[in-house]
Nanobody
Framework: VQLVESGGGSVQAGGSLRLSCEAS???????MGWFRQAPGKEREGVAA???????TYADFVKGRFTISQDNAKNTLYLQMNSLKPEDSAIYYC??????????????????WGQGTQVTVSS
């Protein structure tokens, strides 16, 4: 499985970005997730979704971020609205074999993309 993120960039606080993660060698039964890592901090789960569209969000993004997937395009999305400076980080998508649990635990995921930088200025 190969994962390639895109859509990162710089935006002012309150703005929006949409991240994409294109997957290859992927099956629609996989669970997918978005994670982020800021300098000096551990990688943390942002949002995850399984193949029956059961989603989970970290408390710090609830109501602002939306995870979705288009199986026909083998693409995972993260719509990020009302961005804050503390959302600045490298964002990674990840995949794991199917599970009822849309996990936000990085160690649960086997496949990772290279990451895309998101910078939010105040």
């Amino acid at each position: 499985v190969q994962l390639v993120e895109s859509g990162g960039g710089s935006v002012q606080a309150g703005g929006s970005l949409r991240l994409s993660c294109e997957a290859s060698g992927y099956t629609s039964s996989y669970s997918m997730g978005w994670f982020r890592q800021a300098p000096g901090k551990e990688r943390e789960g942002v949002a995850a979704i399984n193949s029956v569209f059961r989603s989970t969000y970290a408390d710090f993004v609830k109501g602002r971020f939306t995870i979705s997937q288009d199986n026909a395009k083998n693409t995972l999305y993260l719509q990020m609205n009302s961005l804050k400076p503390e959302d600045s980080a490298i964002y990674y998508c990840a995949a794991r074999s199917w599970s009822w649990v849309a996990s936000l635990v990085p160690d649960d995921y086997k496949y990772w993309g290279q990451g895309t930088q998101v910078t939010v200025s105040s």
